[in-house]
């Protein structure tokens, strides 16, 4: 089956410490999302990428670092500059052009110890 | 730019009873609309979806037609059921997938 994985499900993190947080997708699409979601909140951006070897920032990029080397992969790092990193990571693809919705992933709950 | 606004929650309704979430957009020209559905815990599931003025949306009992006149695509359902329970996003996005905009969610609770 298509779909997108992430992992791992849960991740514990020292302080001061780097992360990364694992996303592949085998639907070939060309764009791929991360969102970051607090307790009770919406989505908020953090990078995107629609195309391999490309990615802009979103709205809270700070802290943040992405890669895309490979069409189906976009692993997303949060780095010891992010200061309160402790919530629930979304990621995401779509096909770039067309009325196409976004697919999600299960999610990944990261909390700094 | 582009926007979603959703009705604020909680909501909380009695099994059977009906459901109706609103959201209204601002878009520049001709965006599709879409209800997801998130879970606890749990990532978001495109609930349904419409691409054009007058196009209604349908899936598991929710329906929401794309009104263009009025910014609007309002999510319905006839009666809720307990396993409803959850957080529902409206989101837009134009026609290369660029902008993708979510609305801040509406949590809903029906009780039994």
């Known amino acids: 089956d298509g779909g997108i994985t992430q992992s791992p499900k849960y991740l514990f993190r020292k302080e001061g410490q780097n992360v990364t947080l694992s996303c592949e997708q085998n639907l070939n699409h060309d764009a791929m999302y991360w969102y970051r979601q607090d307790p009770g909140q919406g989505l908020r951006l953090i990078y995107y990428?629609?195309?391999?070897?490309?990615?802009q920032k979103g709205d809270i990029a700070e802290g943040y670092s992405v890669s895309r080397e490979k069409k189906e992969s976009f692993p997303l790092t949060v780095t010891s500059a992010q200061k309160n990193p402790t919530a629930f990571y979304l990621c995401?693809?779509?096909?770039?052009?067309?009325?196409?919705?976004?697919?999600f992933g299960p999610g990944t709950r990261l909390t700094v110890l | 730019g582009d926007s979603v606004t959703q009705m604020e929650g909680p909501v909380t309704l009695s099994e059977e009873a009906c459901l109706t979430i609103?959201?209204?957009?601002?878009?520049?020209?001709?965006?599709?609309l879409f209800w997801y559905v998130q879970y606890p815990g749990e990532g978001l599931q495109l609930l349904l979806k419409a691409t054009k003025a007058d196009d209604k949306g349908s899936n598991k009992g929710f329906e929401a037609t794309y009104r263009k006149e009025t910014t609007s695509f309002h999510l319905e359902k006839g009666s809720v059921q307990v396993s409803d329970s959850a957080v529902y996003f409206c989101?837009?996005?134009?026609?290369?997938?660029?902008?993708?905009?979510f609305g801040p969610g509406t949590r809903l609770s029906v009780l039994p």
């Open positions: 995401a693809s779509t096909r770039s052009r067309g009325h196409n919705e976004q697919f």
């Open positions: 990428s629609q195309i391999v070897n490309d990615f």
């Open positions: 989101a837009l996005s134009g026609y290369y997938g660029q902008n993708f905009v």
């Open positions: 609103n959201c209204t957009y601002t878009a520049t020209g001709y965006p599709s």
